[in-house]
């Protein structure tokens, strides 16, 4: 983290300096149990609980100086109008520095933006890991992308830092604005616009003006990593006066960085040759994530990785020793007994899902293949229909069984009854908790089970608890003892 004084915080983000004036924080958080010896303690107010009523026990684990939104007594504190906004400005003066000090010594830190509906952890992740190898990189934990995680991401970066990766999402117009003002991304990838947040949104045209942002937002001399398979993406090209470099794993003759031969080996895992803009022959990628619709990521990855000066055959090297490296997306998990389970409910939006049932749909092949499917949440007017085409496509695709969860997701269920599934080979249960029992009793030896659901419905620890060894029964443990 870069250090700032106590007097030096409480000018940048124009607050009341209540303590000594030359504290100087080693760490920021935002929660009082992740405070260790040093940290500055951000008293955010949240949805379900106010950081102020935990000041006492940050301090009691180590925080020397609280940011917070109100005087408090006993501790050193400096008081702002916004805890959040503050971090923002906060952290863009973390990312000067860090440029000012690497030009300095000769060098300079590359920011990568990464922003879409779709697949921004599994990009971001996938380019760490690429970059990793060329330099000291810093990229979110898990899928911190708001205004309070991309600050928080910041703060782990220091003079040492040669990359950093951005993860932006957005509920709204001027969100992704504001972030990229905050980093001021070197580089700047727009995976896709999808229907995700489109109720928050107002719809999917205000999706696609609050995405290209990133593309707006660009140093000067940056680049614009443009998905051309997404026509709404395509159309941001207009909107950035940097270099664009496009990708592309559908044939896009102007695709800079192509899939070429794009294909599914036996495991789900995308296969193809690498095509990037420097007149080498392509590089064969064999990646180790699950499902075709990776390869889009992958292609995005390495245009992005490009962009960084990284050589094409480090690059294609990489992607194909990667797996997936944040938990609940396309994690495959084996049981001794047989039973395999691809645990995607980080989220879900209707593109992701569609991809994920094509993905078990291919997979399954002389298997018996289970859909745990709950509501995708955040879809405005547009959710019944949405739910009631992924149930007409779980048929289609002849998913054996279906297990719809909870009460927003109904339509689902009601959809695949209509288009002709019904008896045991489509399920409804109330509660996370009744469909634990439908599957404790009815999975067998060979199924493959996809769980997927938005992230606030659960289904990922359903899949977790699902994915361990079934516990063994009285006749079991008898046999066991004999």
């Given at each position: 983290m870069i250090a700032f004084t106590a007097a030096e915080i409480a000018?940048?983000?124009?607050?009341?300096?209540?303590?000594?004036?030359?504290?100087?924080?080693?760490?920021?958080?935002?929660?009082?149990?992740?405070?260790?010896?040093?940290?500055?303690?951000?008293?955010?107010?949240?949805?379900?609980?106010?950081?102020?009523?935990?000041?006492?026990?940050?301090?009691?684990?180590?925080?020397?100086?609280?940011l917070v939104e109100r005087p408090?007594?006993?501790?050193?504190?400096?008081?702002?109008?916004?805890?959040?906004?503050?971090?923002?400005?906060?952290?863009?003066?973390?990312?000067?520095?860090?440029?000012?000090?690497?030009?300095?010594?000769?060098?300079?830190?590359?920011?990568?933006?990464?922003?879409?509906?779709?697949?921004?952890?599994?990009?971001?992740?996938?380019?760490?890991?690429?970059?990793?190898?060329?330099?000291?990189?810093?990229?979110?934990?898990?899928?911190?992308?708001?205004?309070?995680?991309?600050?928080?991401?910041?703060?782990?970066?220091?003079?040492?830092?040669?990359?950093?990766?951005?993860?932006?999402?957005?509920t709204g117009i001027g969100h992704i604005r504001y972030l990229a003002e905050m980093v001021k991304p070197d580089i700047g990838v727009v995976l896709a616009v999808g229907t995700a947040h489109?109720?928050?949104?107002?719809?999917?045209?205000?999706?696609?003006?609050?995405?290209?942002?990133?593309?707006?937002?660009?140093?000067?001399?940056?680049?614009?990593i443009i998905n051309l398979d997404d026509e709404r993406v395509a159309a941001m090209r207009s909107r950035t006066g940097a270099k664009v470099l496009g990708f592309s794993s559908e044939g896009r003759q102007d695709a800079q960085v192509q899939a070429l031969n794009a294909d599914t080996n036996a495991e789900g895992c995308p296969e193809f040759d690498l095509q990037l803009p420097d007149g080498a022959a392509p590089r064969h990628v064999s990646s180790r994530l699950i499902g075709a619709h990776h390869t889009g990521n992958l292609l995005a990855a390495a245009a992005a990785a490009w962009a960084a000066g990284v050589p094409g055959d480090h690059i294609a090297e990489s992607l194909g020793n990667q797996a997936a490296a944040s938990r609940w997306r396309m994690e495959r998990t084996e049981r001794p007994d047989g039973v395999t389970i691809i645990n995607d409910a980080y989220n879900a939006n209707p593109e992701s899902m569609r991809a994920a049932l094509r993905t078990l749909a291919d997979l399954g092949r002389g298997r018996r293949t289970w859909a745990v499917l709950g509501a995708m949440l955040e879809l405005g007017g547009d959710s019944i229909r949405e739910h009631t085409a992924v149930g007409?496509?779980?048929?289609?695709?002849?998913?054996?069984?279906?297990?719809?969860?909870?009460?927003?997701?109904?339509?689902?269920?009601?959809?695949?009854?209509?288009?002709?599934?019904?008896?045991?080979?489509?399920?409804?249960?109330?509660?996370?908790?009744?469909?634990?029992?439908?599957?404790?009793?009815?999975?067998?030896?060979?199924?493959?089970?996809?769980?997927?659901?938005?992230?606030?419905?659960?289904?990922?620890?359903?899949?977790?608890?699902?994915?361990?060894?079934?516990?063994?029964?009285?006749?079991?443990?008898?046999?066991?003892?004999?």
């Open positions: 000018e940048i983000t124009s607050g009341r300096l209540d303590a000594d004036p030359g504290i100087t924080p080693l760490s920021v958080v935002t929660d009082s149990r992740e405070a260790t010896q040093g940290s500055l303690y951000v008293a955010k107010p949240g949805e379900h609980a106010d950081g102020h009523d935990f000041i006492d026990a940050a301090f009691a684990a180590g925080a020397v100086l609280a408090v007594s006993g501790h050193p504190s400096i008081v702002v109008a916004d805890a959040v906004l503050a971090m923002g400005a906060l952290a863009a003066e973390a990312v000067r520095r860090i440029r000012a000090a690497r030009a300095e010594a000769g060098s300079r830190l590359t920011v990568v933006g990464i922003t879409g509906s779709a697949g921004k952890t599994t990009t971001k992740d996938l380019l760490a890991g690429i970059l990793a190898t060329q330099g000291n990189t810093v990229a979110p934990q898990g899928s911190y992308n708001g205004e309070v995680g991309v600050p928080l991401t910041v703060f782990r970066a220091g003079t040492d830092t040669r990359y950093l990766v951005i993860e932006m999402g957005a489109a109720g928050e949104f107002g719809g999917v045209e205000n999706i696609a003006l609050a995405k290209g942002e990133m593309v707006e937002g660009l140093t000067a001399g940056g680049t614009a007409t496509q779980v048929v289609r695709l002849n998913i054996s069984r279906l297990l719809v969860i909870g009460r927003e997701a109904r339509a689902l269920y009601v959809s695949a009854v209509n288009e002709g599934s019904w008896g045991d080979e489509c399920l409804f249960a109330e509660t996370l908790e009744e469909a634990y029992d439908v599957l404790a009793a009815e999975l067998q030896p060979g199924d493959l089970v996809l769980f997927k659901s938005s992230n606030s419905v659960g289904l990922r620890h359903l899949g977790d608890r699902i994915a361990l060894p079934p516990a063994p029964t009285p006749a079991d443990e008898r046999s066991t003892l004999l």
